[in-house]
């Protein structure tokens, strides 16, 4: 790459020094031709400076999301590891869990039975309509 002779402020003093002697209208070609070479140098150097300042930002913005992007991958592998385990875990509550509310479920679907044909014999005096809360005798 090229380096320029003159650094950004001496080309910025001599574009002013030249702007103040001479209008645009009535500057000699050479004069002009200096002013508008000048002007371009700077505004090239301005559009490399935002350049650099927009591709430094660009990185800075990719080193910073990559960063995210890695704990979020590990708190990721973090989460399945553990729903792994939880799904392990439960499946085996699960079965356990299924077996003993089945004997439960049976053992209460019997007592439910009992409790429907025990019921008729318990019925008491009332229920035939004779005012007391004594069993009923069969007839």
């Known amino acids: 790459m090229r380096t320029p002779e003159q650094d950004h402020a001496s080309l910025e ?13 009535d500057a000699p070609a050479a004069v002009k ?8 140098r ?3 150097k301005k559009s ?7 591709v430094d930002k660009l990185e ?3 080193r910073m999301l990559s960063n995210e992007s890695d704990t979020l991958a590990r708190r990721l592998a973090i989460a399945e590891a553990e729903n792994k385990i939880l799904q392990q875990v439960g499946g085996r509550c ?46």
């Open 13 to 25: 003093i001599e574009l002013r020094k030249l702007e103040e002697r001479h209008s645009w209208d």
């Open 33 to 40: 031709r200096r002013m508008r070479t000048i002007k371009n």
């Open 42 to 44: 700077l505004s090239a």
């Open 48 to 54: 490399r400076e935002q350049a650099r300042d927009y």
């Open 60 to 62: 800075q913005s990719v």
């Open 94 to 139: 699960h079965g356990l869990a299924t077996g003993s509310n089945a004997d439960i479920d049976t053992a209460n679907n019997d007592d439910d039975a009992g409790a429907m044909t025990a019921a008729p014999a318990s019925t008491t005096a009332s229920d035939g309509g004779g005012g007391e809360d004594e069993p009923a005798v069969p007839s």
